[in-house]
């Protein structure tokens, strides 16, 4: 089984035989200059343990950090400073 990605047929494609006739890379770079990249077993079990990965992830095998917005300040409570 051969696994691609490509950045012009969108999706994972999983072929019986391998593809001869287009461009391939092996990098991030590549998938963005619209070359096909076959899959090593590594990246399609990282692919497969990840579905939301994005192209760029499943060929680096690594997730990017995910950011989280920072939290807004604390709002004093009014009542707390009102004298008795």
């Known amino acids: 089984m051969f696994i691609y990605l490509s950045k012009n047929i969108t999706g994972v ?3 019986e035989y391998e593809l001869v006739y ?3 890379g092996d ?15 590594e990246q399609n079990d990282f692919r ?4 939301d990965a994005s ?3 499943i060929i680096a ?3 990017d950090p995910i ?3 920072p939290e807004p ?3 004093p409570d009014p009542g707390k400073y009102t004298q008795k």
Do not use: C, Q, R, V
Not at 27 to 41: M, N, R, V
Not at 48 to 51: F, G
């Open 55 to 57: 192209a760029k992830e």
């Open 67 to 69: 950011i989280l917005p």
């Open 48 to 51: 497969l343990s990840n579905p």
């Open 22 to 24: 287009f461009e391939f």
């Open 13 to 15: 494609h999983e072929l």
């Open 73 to 75: 300040p604390e709002i």
């Open 27 to 41: 990098t991030y770079e590549d998938y963005l200059d619209g070359k096909f990249i076959l899959l090593s077993e």
């Open 61 to 63: 095998m690594e997730l």
